[in-house]
């Protein structure tokens, strides 16, 4: 079965700093996508990047990049020059071929220091 | 991305009570999902919900406990059945698009339910 693991419970940084957040995965799967959503504390799930398995170039959306090791399964996220905002749960997960269930990780907390 | 609204975005629930959630998407969609976040948790699929048919319920779910309806491509209710302490949770609603062929599902604000 897959699974999708967050090692870091808790994750502070710097203003204006980088942090990088990690994910890994398994799966017997070579085409599947990865996805890192954000949920600030109004609770509602945003999408904040996606990856295509057989895509070879990280995605990037603005301060927001991944580092895609297929052969290792992991996925993390770097979030660049740090923002107040950027203060959430993160999760990582997961959806296999031809299927709509998502598989989300237990989720990481940044903490945004000032 | 569709916008997503819930009903209602907070309650406190007596014990042995029902609770019918609304999701309202602002165009037509193929696939609705309701999920559960328990207090700490991550996000956990209860069912697809199925136009114009019964739902699709994940394992450890059952439609006693989590009727859901789907009249038409835009709304979709989940009640929560016979409510325990246990039920306390976050329920949230999504929508997909481009699935299963895409891409990515989208959520709405979420229900936070709290028995006592």
């Known amino acids: 079965a897959q699974t999708v693991t967050q090692s870091q419970p808790e994750m502070s940084v710097q203003e204006a700093e980088t942090v990088t957040l990690s994910c890994t995965y398994d799966?017997?799967?070579?085409?599947?996508?990865l996805f890192w959503y954000k949920q600030p504390p109004s609770r509602q799930m945003i999408l904040v990047i996606r990856q295509e398995a057989y895509k070879q170039q990280n995605a990037t959306e603005n301060r927001f990049s991944v580092n895609f090791q297929k052969a290792a399964k992991s996925f993390s996220l770097k979030i660049s020059d740090s923002q107040l905002g950027d203060a959430a749960m993160y999760f990582c997960?997961?959806?296999?071929?031809?299927?709509?269930?998502?598989?989300f990780g237990t989720g990481t907390r940044l903490k945004v220091l000032a | 991305s569709a916008v997503i609204s819930q009903k209602p975005s907070r309650d406190i629930c007596q014990r042995g009570t029902s609770l019918t959630i609304q999701c309202q998407v602002d165009?037509?969609?193929?696939?609705m999902f309701w999920y559960r976040q328990q207090p700490g948790q991550s996000l956990t699929l209860i069912a697809t919900?199925?136009?114009?048919?019964?739902?699709?319920?994940e394992s450890g779910f059952v439609i006693d406990k989590f009727p859901i309806s789907r009249p038409n491509l835009t709304f979709s209710t989940l009640t929560v059945s016979n409510m325990s302490p246990e039920d306390s949770s976050i329920y949230l609603c999504?929508?997909?698009?481009?699935?299963?062929?895409?891409?990515?599902?989208?959520f709405g604000e979420g229900s936070w339910l709290t028995v006592v």
């Open positions: 165009s037509q969609v193929t696939m």
């Open positions: 799966t017997s799967e070579s085409d599947y996508y």
């Open positions: 999504s929508v997909g698009e481009g699935i299963p062929s895409g891409n990515t599902i989208y």
């Open positions: 997960a997961y959806r296999g071929p031809g299927t709509y269930k998502y598989i």
């Open positions: 919900a199925n136009q114009g048919s019964e739902a699709t319920y």
